[in-house]
């Protein structure tokens, strides 16, 4: 079974702190995903890597950036944590190409306060 | 951009109703996906598809491409169905931008 870990399912942080959240697949996938997902607004895409030190920008990238140094591994990065960061974070992989499942961890729950 | 609509928003049913939820996009796919939520967070994929149906157990998904419209139906719901349900597509050309539409939240009541 193809397995996604993100490292913390609940996180609370102050106001400018500089917070991490880790992903994990362990399935060779080449595409690694960071959405947030808001009540009324769905998913909404971050940050993507298509490969090792690879990443584009997603719809709302403001305010975080993204390291991918190992295939298996996509952190998320808020520089300097606001309270409009609070959300719930969900990283996602897939292998390359239109026609792969998608799949997704189990959710960081981030408050920012 | 495509726009990814889903219907109902809510929807309760009695277990062992036959429920539909529908989605509709804007825009050509190479793919659409129906995923699912329960709450707590995690998202789990029902379902990839192109063209044509596709069933698993209890759960059939349906496309058709020329009116830009998917059902998701679900045959004898059970409690256990409960969760948020999400479509998404992926516009032709795009390797990986999926574009996700709100959720149609179901309740199935025993």
């Known amino acids: 079974d193809v397995k996604v870990t993100q490292s913390s399912r609940y996180l609370v942080k102050r106001t400018g702190e500089k917070v991490f959240l880790e992903c994990v697949q362990d399935m060779d996938h080449e595409n690694m995903f960071w959405y947030r997902q808001d009540p009324g607004l769905g998913l909404r895409l971050i940050y993507f890597s298509y490969d090792v030190k690879m990443k584009e920008k997603g719809d709302i990238p403001e305010g975080y950036s993204v390291s991918r140094e190992k295939k298996e591994r996509f952190s998320l990065i808020l520089e300097s944590a606001s309270t409009n960061q609070t959300s719930m974070y969900l990283c996602?992989?897939?292998?390359?190409?239109?026609?792969?499942?998608?799949?997704f961890g189990e959710g960081s729950w981030l408050t920012v306060v | 951009k495509n726009e990814v609509e889903q219907s109902p928003q809510n929807l309760t049913a009695q277990e062992g109703e036959f429920i539909t939820i529908n989605c509709s996009y804007s825009v050509g796919i190479s793919a659409l996906h129906w995923l699912q939520q329960h709450p707590g967070g995690g998202i789990v994929s029902l379902f990839m598809?192109?063209?044509g149906k596709k069933k698993h157990g209890r759960l059939i998904a349906t496309i058709n491409i020329q009116e830009k419209h998917s059902s998701l139906h679900i045959t004898a719901s059970h409690p256990r169905d409960s969760a948020v349900y999400i479509c998404a597509v992926r516009s032709g050309g795009s390797n990986y931008k999926l574009t996700f539409g709100k959720g149609t939240l179901l309740t199935v009541n025993p």
């Open positions: 598809l192109s063209s």
């Open positions: 996602a992989s897939s292998f390359r190409g239109s026609g792969n499942t998608i799949y």
